[in-house]
């Protein structure tokens, strides 16, 4: 029996990706471009075992026995094997490929509050099985076979996905473009929204747009295409004011194009657009003092919640203001409000408090999450060996 647990990271775009050109291979309509964020606040982790003695297949998510039916899950163990059996052929002497497998995946964040856990979490099976199973070279393009976005986790830092041209997706596939540390210490904060209504997944929404929505062919012909062109050149730039306005400028129009969509899809909350509005306010003010090498930008997909990158000079000022705008209920204590790499909140400045109080709204958002990207890299096997205990429903 062979048996590895990995890790994979999430990644949030900054350029995205919405709608497919096919949509069984996962092939999307434009390129996108995104950060993986660091691992310590949240990640995937999954576990699995291959044995000559399993007699099935067998797939556990956050505890529960879940049905491998699911086309996407097949996907990916279909071409991991494929591929692991094109390395018996070519001489390996093991043909662990026919081995059944039991997999175990977890998230350890909520899943319900919409944060990009389908990107780690294929990653990182796909990952794992890749690791089991022996398979070696580009893992990205088995990634998206399992949700579209989940490629991008495969690597670490600034990474785009090409949309590719062959039918058969062999180039649609996610590169490193830029290291972790490229726009150095950099901030992520994710703003977590008390959202009442059930959201269209993004399957189904980008589906409809394309369907439905005359303004996603103004995107795909002609906004996107350039976009993407002028963001690679504000990264080799390293020019971070155009980086933060190409990426709110791109997260408006996926949601400006979401709103075109028949029914509309309606991600963006009233909460989500108080945070948006009070960002643009702290840019223009960092703008009159000639700082805007400290502006922030802001993403959202296909949810309400805003994630926020913030230069280390200003992710406490930041965090201060959002607190101030949005503080939490008054039982829920500052400690449990903010969660991720521990924060001292600055003091406000005059200006930055008067920011706050014209737009104060308690108990709006959930909680915060303050994260990092990541250093290290992405995908990796987990040293700690998980004990028989934790692992004993892999048997059962
Ligand atoms: C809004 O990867 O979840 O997060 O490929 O259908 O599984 P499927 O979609 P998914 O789409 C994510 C879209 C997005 C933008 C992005 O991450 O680029």
């Known amino acids: 029996m062979k048996t590895v647990t990995c890790t994979a990271p999430v990644n949030i775009a900054v350029i995205k990706y919405w709608g497919k050109r096919d949509e069984k291979l996962i092939l999307p309509l434009n390129d996108s471009i995104s950060f993986t964020l660091s691992q310590d606040e949240m990640c995937a982790k999954t576990t699995v075992s291959i044995s000559p003695t399993f007699t099935e297949d067998k797939f556990w998510l956050n505890g529960k026995k879940e049905s491998l039916e699911n086309p996407r899950v ?65 893992l990205s393009s088995v990634a998206r076979q399992g949700s579209g976005s989940a490629c991008r986790s495969i690597h670490g830092g600034l990474v785009r996905w090409y949309k590719g041209e062959a039918d058969d997706g062999s180039d649609s596939v996610a590169r490193p473009i830029a290291p972790p540390d490229h726009f150095p210490n950099l901030r992520v904060i994710i703003c977590v929204v008390n959202a009442g209504q059930k959201k269209t997944g993004s399957t189904v929404g980008m589906k409809q747009t394309v369907a439905t929505s005359s303004l996603m062919q103004h995107r795909i012909s002609v906004s996107v295409t350039s976009r993407i062109e002028s963001m690679m050149k504000a990264i080799k730039e390293k020019d971070w004011p155009t980086f933060c306005d190409l990426t709110i400028a791109d997260s408006n129009e996926m949601h400006a194009v979401c709103l075109d969509t028949f029914p509309p899809c309606v991600y963006m909350t009233d909460t989500s657009h108080a945070v948006a509005s009070l960002l643009h306010k702290y840019n223009d003010l960092k703008t009159i003092e000639s700082n805007i090498n400290h502006k922030v930008c802001y993403t959202f997909d296909a949810g309400p919640n805003a994630c926020i990158f913030a230069p280390e000079a200003v992710a406490e000022e930041v965090l201060a203001l959002l607190l101030q705008a949005f503080p939490p209920p008054p039982a829920q204590a500052t400690d449990d409000y903010v969660k991720g790499i521990p924060s001292q909140p600055a003091t406000l400045s005059k200006e930055l408090t008067s920011l706050a109080e014209d737009c104060v709204q308690s108990g709006k958002l959930q909680y915060l999450i303050h994260t990092k990207k990541l250093q290290v890299i992405p995908c990796q096997e987990d040293g700690h060996v998980p004990s028989l205990d934790s692992l004993g429903f892999l048997w059962s």
Do not use: M
């Not at 097949?74 to 026919?98: P, T």
């Not at 039991?102 to 856990?117: K, Q, R, Y």
């Open 74 to 138: 097949q996907n990916c163990l279909k071409e991991i094997r494929r591929r692991a059996s094109k390395r018996k052929f070519e001489g390996s002497d093991e043909n662990v490929w026919s081995w059944h497998v039991h997999i175990c995946s977890e998230n350890n964040f909520p899943t319900a509050a919409g944060l990009a856990s389908s990107a780690a979490g294929y990653a990182c099976l796909v990952y794992a099985l890749g690791q089991v199973y022996g398979v070696e070279g580009d």
